[in-house]
């Protein structure tokens, strides 16, 4: 059964970097899927910030492309997200997710879910 | 980006109601189209992917139709567990973009 935990600081300063992990249990990094971020502002919808596949080129939200790094450490069996110069509306919560795919090029449907983070940027 | 509209924004039924969302793409996604359920203090869950497919395990009373530019989430008959946000996804194209999404209350 494939499992993925979020792990990171929960509090990060105005103009710094937000650093996530999500460590991938019951299934390899290196599989065919892809591995995405999607976050949730308070009190709003859903944002797909971006994903990465062991064997292309990662995909970002072109709205957030110039601050984010999302890579994959197959040694480790996870997938971590950077998000640089932060600032008041990157407060949200972070979820990690499985991208199923069936047209390779990227994710056909986000079917399993990390636990989530709450990531409050402020000084 | 491809746009995506949901309404209503909320809505409250009762318990064995039929419940009807609507997600509108802002240009034509053929069958790309998820629905999610997400729960308060809950990761999201896949409900219904490529318009109409049940994801596996997920009540049959769940059902999802529609192609082009307008698509339906339904709910046969409303239980009290289904109180959550509801949202509809396209896969089309990138960036991946999500509906705004549609509260279920009861």
């Known amino acids: 059964q494939v499992q993925l935990q979020q792990s990171g600081p929960g509090l990060v300063k105005p103009s710094g970097t937000l650093s996530l992990t999500c460590g991938v249990s019951?299934?390899?990094?290196?599989?065919?899927?892809?591995w995405g971020w999607v976050r949730q502002p308070p009190g709003k919808g859903l944002q797909w910030i971006g994903e990465?596949?062991?064997?292309?080129?990662?995909n970002y939200n072109p709205s957030l492309k110039s601050r984010v790094t999302i890579s994959i450490d197959m040694s480790r069996n996870q997938v971590s997200l950077r998000l640089s110069s932060v600032t008041a509306a990157d407060t949200a919560v972070y979820y990690c997710?499985?991208?199923?795919?069936?047209?390779?090029?990227?994710?056909?449907?986000?079917?399993?879910w990390g636990q989530g983070a709450v990531v409050t940027v402020s000084s | 980006d491809i746009q995506m509209t949901q309404s209503p924004s909320s809505l409250s039924a009762s318990v064995g109601d039929r419940v009807t969302i609507t997600c509108q793409a802002s240009?034509?996604?053929?069958?790309?189209l998820n629905w999610y359920q997400h729960k308060t203090g809950r990761a999201p869950k896949l409900l219904i992917f490529?318009?109409?497919n049940l994801e596996t395990g997920v009540p049959s009373r769940f059902s999802g139709g529609g192609s082009g530019t307008l698509f339906t989430l339904t709910i046969s008959s409303l239980q009290a567990e289904d109180i959550a946000t509801y949202y509809c996804?396209?896969?089309?194209?990138?960036?991946?973009?999500f509906g705004g999404g549609t509260k279920v209350e009861i």
């Open positions: 997710a499985r991208g199923w795919t069936y047209s390779g090029s990227y994710s056909d449907a986000f079917d399993i």
């Open positions: 019951g299934e390899s990094v290196r599989s065919s899927n892809w």
């Open positions: 990465v596949h062991h064997s292309d080129s990662p």
């Open positions: 240009q034509d996604i053929s069958k790309y």
């Open positions: 490529d318009a109409s």
């Open positions: 996804q396209q896969h089309d194209r990138l960036p991946l973009t």
